[in-house]
């Protein structure tokens, strides 16, 4: 039978039905890690020579904790339905050190977003150089006009050349257009973060009264 009564038995479903919603946000972390990083347009951007690591850094990062995530989730409903402190406190540490590690991601990654974007950026102006001087070295132009549904980085005098590499109707500035993409992308990444550490907050607060509720139960008996 289970070892607490009354108020603490509701407590301890919720925690349950908690542990289940944070391993469904663990399920979605992972899949928007795994989206951005084998979504077709960001994956041919990164490919290209000389394009930063940055991005696929924090990507990897994303897909981590969303597996921990779930792992964490399952424990948390193990110890809810068992009733260990052993299991509830393993999982209360856990949530704590994947807050602690989430606040930093994401401070280095708005920090660097404007790096990220500019390290892009010069991949593309560079690129532009390099075929206004010898007219060959076009595959990287490609992959940015055909994915981005852009043409050129906003200067007349060096988009002449280029627009032969662009697609009809194509007028956006790609230089625009990138910061567009990456902000998008980074939006995304922010709200998803925001709400998982307001889930975590609330179970680390669930968890703790829990596991109160089961030493001071066993100290009754």
């Known amino acids: 039978m289970g070892k607490v009564k009354g108020g603490m038995k509701c407590v301890k479903y919720l925690l349950f ?3 289940f919603i944070f391993w469904v946000v663990g399920s979605m972390v992972l899949a928007v890690g795994l989206w951005l990083r084998f979504d077709s347009t960001t994956t041919s951007i990164f490919e290209v ?3 930063p690591t940055t991005f696929f850094i924090g990507v990897y990062i994303l897909i981590g904790a969303g597996t921990l995530i779930m792992l ?6 193990c110890g809810a339905v068992r009733e260990s402190q052993c299991l509830l406190g393993l999982f209360f540490s856990s949530i704590l050190v994947i807050f602690a590690a989430e606040v930093a991601a994401g401070v280095f990654g708005f920090m660097n977003k404007d790096t990220i974007v500019n390290e892009i950026k010069h991949v593309y102006t560079s690129a532009v150089d390099d075929f ?3 007219y060959s070295s076009n595959h990287t132009l490609t992959v940015f006009h055909e994915e981005l549904k852009c043409c050129g980085d906003g200067k007349p005098d060096k988009d002449t050349n280029i627009r032969r590499l662009c ?5 956006k500035s790609c ?4 910061e567009e993409f990456f902000n998008g992308k980074l939006y995304i990444i922010g709200y998803v973060g925001i709400g998982i550490a307001g889930v975590m907050i609330i179970g680390m607060v669930f968890s703790m009264v829990l596991c109160c509720a089961i030493r001071n139960s066993r100290d009754v008996i």
């Open 17 to 19: 039905i908690f542990n």
């Open 49 to 51: 020579e000389s394009s």
């Open 72 to 77: 964490v989730g399952f424990f948390g409903c």
């Open 132 to 134: 206004n001087r010898d």
């Open 167 to 171: 697609s009809k109707g194509d007028e």
């Open 175 to 178: 230089l625009d257009a990138i």
